[in-house]
């Protein structure tokens, strides 16, 4: 018999992806505080040059070692030059050598030009992270979609280096990572707005063509406040329509009904998410608060949901 | 309206996803083909934003010709730059990079040889590099500007970058090519088994190399440049030029951002990838920064009719929610600009999805500048 599959929140390794500027870093840094409340030990991945981190902690900057951003909650950002000499060391075994390897000019050339390396020393990275038992869960923010399809596609793309040799062993780590359903899941952040909503659902084709990826939940952040009921919008419409015409309060009732219409949007849009997205959906409220005051209502949210 | 220099021949537009960015590029490709001048927008982003922006259907690696909104149709005038009022010849075309068919298409070309173009093409390092990896989109790319900057149809490009990692790939592209197509460095990839003595320290980094990425691997490189050789100097030109050609007074960069504190977090470290690579930085644009003119309310208080009593505290603290948003906003501009040194435009969140010439310009049209520049 299987052992019953584990909830996907309380998995080891978890990827967020999605369209750039949905919130994934607001909803993972609330996932990582509702952890560490709950006494785990949540690391978060953030890939690239820009850290979000820090700035919605209101924490220190963000570096390559593993630091922590608020009590309990630790950030990681995984930079190339350090992520180059980490992969060199795992194969020359000693540091000193594999800083002279990354620092001779003419491979250093190489390294930075040649298409591939990049991905694969963060994929190696994400890996070591992911193996290592301090941390658990590991958060990966994966920027944007060519992030996701990085992880996701590499082994194919890079089929042809792969027959043999050190960069199978760094593919195939990742591969079986992402194949192991106790362990991996992968998590979709949207908002409901039209064009996102049409990226998602795209995003959410492709990885179900994969049967070795295992995704998580449907995210739904920032779903904008119902300023009016039915009865009100009725109001707003017919007044703009007649009396209010003109009136000096007349923008005021305009923008009512912007918001009341930006309100109808969005809940179409969830609407057609959950009609083309089969996953189990968490919603969370747009927040009038910033920073660390959304991260706290979010992860309140999430602990409510009793996912431990 | 924004507008770029007059002399302003290439303009790259940065920022990390979800900015509005693609909706920008086309918005400001329109606006200088509404000045009469002949533009190419090419994104370099996959998704299918461009081509939704400008309401066609799709976009491939050949330019399509847009038609420009027909309330500013034929005899129109200009409405700005060295042609104002003049008849406008304007034209605006949009491209979508394509990493694979762009490759191909540019070692057909520098081969001159159909053979010898074939021979690289099927190199199994050549398919692995020309799919979906970074820095070979960041390649194509550069190539792609190159070949549009000397096309006479065109006066101005605008490039719409990916998110903000992957632009930094872009901005970064023809240095590293330039400094890896050194002929001494490609030599010492070609001879590392020549024994002579300037080469023997190659030999032993190559041993190396063969230890960290794998025996096969490096053979097949090897192969792969020996078959590229003849295409070294060409590359290696035309990066040089790119690369000169990013620093030159007729290129910007336009930074698109939001206005949000995290926004702001986000642009200044774009505003200093930019910086730190010696490329002139030379607007700011705040998308989704204010409610559109139409639904503002105005800033005096307002006496609502006894009809309205019920829903006016409604309305009061959907107002003051609002101002005080946008106020924080603008501040947060204000701040930006100081510390920066630099002049920003705002734009207003697009009431519904911008999905049209028209709809396009009549947005771009609503841009207000934000500190004069200096």
Redesign the interface.
């Known amino acids: 018999m299987h052992a019953p599959i584990a909830e996907p929140l309380t998995r080891q390794v978890q990827f967020f992806t999605g369209?750039?500027?949905?919130g994934k870093?607001t909803v993972l840094a609330a996932l990582a505080t509702a952890a560490a409340r709950a006494g785990k030990r949540p690391l978060i991945v953030e890939?690239?040059?820009?850290?979000?981190s820090s700035?919605?902690f209101h924490g220190p900057d963000v570096g390559y070692q593993p630091s922590e951003v608020v009590p309990g909650v630790h950030a990681t950002r995984v930079l190339f030059e350090p992520a180059l000499i980490d992969?060199?060391t795992s194969?020359?075994k000693l540091r000193p050598?594999a800083s002279l390897?990354a620092k001779?000019s003419?491979?250093r050339?190489?390294f930075?030009?040649?298409?591939?390396?990049?991905?694969i020393v963060t994929l190696h990275r994400v890996a070591q992270l992911a193996a290592d038992e301090r941390w658990g869960p590991v958060l990966v923010d994966l920027?944007?979609?060519?992030?996701a399809?990085?992880f996701f596609?590499l082994p194919s793309?890079?089929?042809?280096?792969l027959?043999?040799?050190?960069?199978?062993q760094v593919v195939d780590s990742a591969t079986k990572l992402l194949a192991d359903e106790q362990r991996c899941a992968i998590h979709i952040v949207t908002v409901p707005e039209?064009?996102a909503v049409n990226?998602t659902i795209q995003l959410h084709t492709q990885l179900r063509e994969r049967p070795d990826l295992h995704l998580g939940y449907l995210f739904i952040n920032r779903v904008p406040r119902a300023?009016?009921d039915d009865e009100?919008m009725r109001?707003?419409k017919s007044?703009l329509a007649g009396?209010?015409a003109g009136?000096?309060?007349a923008?005021?009732?305009?923008?009512?009904?912007?918001?009341g219409q930006r309100r109808l949007t969005a809940e179409r849009c969830m609407q057609g998410l959950h009609h083309d997205i089969d996953l189990p959906t968490m919603t969370f409220e747009a927040q009038?608060e910033?920073?660390a005051s959304i991260i706290a209502k979010l992860s309140g949210a999430i602990e409510r949901t009793g996912i431990r | 309206m924004i507008e770029l220099s007059n002399d302003c021949r290439l303009a790259f537009c940065v920022g990390v996803g979800g900015v509005g960015k693609t909706t920008f590029a086309a918005a400001l490709g329109l606006a200088e083909a509404l000045r009469g001048r002949s533009v190419l927008v090419l994104t370099a982003d996959p998704a299918r934003r461009l081509a939704d922006a400008l309401g066609i259907r799709g976009l491939s690696d050949q330019a399509s010709n847009i038609a420009l909104p027909p309330n500013f149709g034929a005899g129109r005038r200009c409405t700005g730059g060295a042609l104002a009022g003049e008849r406008c010849k304007g034209e605006l075309h949009a491209a979508m990079l394509e990493t694979k068919a762009s490759a191909d298409e540019i070692i057909r070309r520098a081969a001159h040889d159909e053979a010898r173009a074939q021979r690289v093409l099927d190199n199994r390092i050549y398919q692995a590099f020309s799919n979906t990896l970074a820095r070979s989109h960041a390649y194509a790319a550069m190539e792609r500007v190159h070949e549009a900057v000397h096309d006479l149809r065109y006066d101005l490009i605008v490039v719409d970058t990916p998110p903000a990692q992957s632009s930094v790939e872009i901005l970064d592209a023809p240095d590293r090519l330039v400094s890896f197509l050194d002929q001494r460095v490609v030599r010492w990839f070609l001879q590392a088994s020549d024994e002579s003595p300037q080469l023997r320290g190659g030999a032993i980094a190559q041993g190396l190399l063969r230890i960290v990425a794998g025996e096969s691997l490096v053979s097949a490189l090897t192969e792969f440049l020996t078959e590229m050789a003849f295409l070294r100097e060409g590359f290696s030109e035309r990066a040089r030029e790119v690369r000169a050609l990013m620093r030159s007074p007729s290129t910007s960069f336009v930074l698109v951002s939001s206005a949000d504190a995290m926004g702001i977090e986000a642009a200044k470290s774009v505003a200093a990838e930019v910086r730190s690579r010696d490329f002139e930085l030379a607007q700011v644009v705040f998308n989704r920064a204010f409610i559109s003119e139409a639904a503002r309310p105005s800033a005096d208080p307002v006496s609502y009719p006894e009809r309205l009593a019920a829903l006016a505290p409604k309305l009061l603290r959907i107002r003051a929610l609002l101002s005080e948003e946008e106020e924080q906003k603008r501040s947060n501009i204000v701040a930006f600009c100081h510390e920066h040194g630099i002049g920003a435009w705002s734009l207003p969140e697009a009431r519904r999805p911008l999905g049209d010439p028209s709809a396009l310009a009549a947005w771009i049209e609503q841009a207000r500048p934000v500190l004069p520049r200096t």
């Open positions: 369209k750039g500027g949905v870093s890939l690239g040059t820009h850290t979000s700035h919605l992969y060199i194969r020359l050598i390897v001779n003419s491979l050339r190489l930075l030009a040649a298409p591939g390396v990049d991905e920027e944007s979609t060519g992030h399809l990085m596609d793309v890079l089929e042809v280096f027959k043999d040799g050190p960069l199978r039209p064009l990226e300023w009016l009100e109001l707003v007044e009396a209010s009136e000096p309060w923008p005021d009732l305009a923008l009512a009904q912007y918001l009038d910033r920073g």
